[in-house]
C-alpha cells in the first residue's frame, strides 16, 4: 500500500538484507536498485533509499513521512496484520486509538523499522 505514497528520504540501516526484507516484505515496497551496501525502493512518484552504516538507528526523529491520500485506516490495518508496532505519542489535544493519533480530522501514525528508524504515515483532512 505504501508503494503507492510519496516520499523522500535516505534511511541507514545496520543489516542490509533484514532491511530488504522489512522494506520489501512488511512495508509492500519494489526494489529498483539493489547492491552490496545501498539499495533504492519506489514509494510512489519518489525513492527511498536505504544505505548499510555504523550510524544506523542513532536518529530520534522521523525518517520517512508518507501522504496516506485517504487511505491510513487501510495502510494501519495492513502494517499490523504484519505486526508492526505502532508508537504512541503524548500530545495535548491529540487522541490516539487503533494505532492511529487523531487531532481533529488530521491523523497520524509512527512506527520504527529494525533499526529504530521513525517512519511516519499522516493523512491530512478532506477539503
Not at 22 to 34: A, N, R, S
Not at 38 to 52: I, K
Amino acid at each position: 500500500m505504501l508503494n503507492e505514497k510519496t516520499s523522500s528520504a535516505i534511511v541507514a540501516v545496520s543489516d542490509i538484507d533484514r532491511a530488504r526484507r522489512f522494506y520489501e516484505t512488511t512495508l509492500g515496497l519494489k526494489c529498483v536498485e539493489d547492491g552490496d551496501s545501498v539499495m533504492v525502493f519506489e514509494t510512489g512518484t519518489t525513492h527511498l533509499v536505504v544505505y548499510r552504516s555504523d550510524q544506523a538507528g542513532t536518529n530520534r526523529a522521523n525518517a520517512v513521512v508518507w501522504d496516506a491520500a485517504g487511505d491510513i485506516d487501510s495502510i494501519v490495518a495492513d502494517l499490523a496484520s504484519k505486526n508492526v508496532a505502532f508508537e504512541h505519542y503524548e500530545m495535548d489535544g491529540v487522541e490516539f486509538r487503533d494505532g492511529i493519533h487523531h487531532a481533529g480530522d488530521f491523523k497520524m501514525v509512527w512506527f520504527k523499522d529494525p533499526d529504530g528508524n521513525i517512519l511516519h504515515v499522516n493523512q491530512m483532512p478532506k477539503s
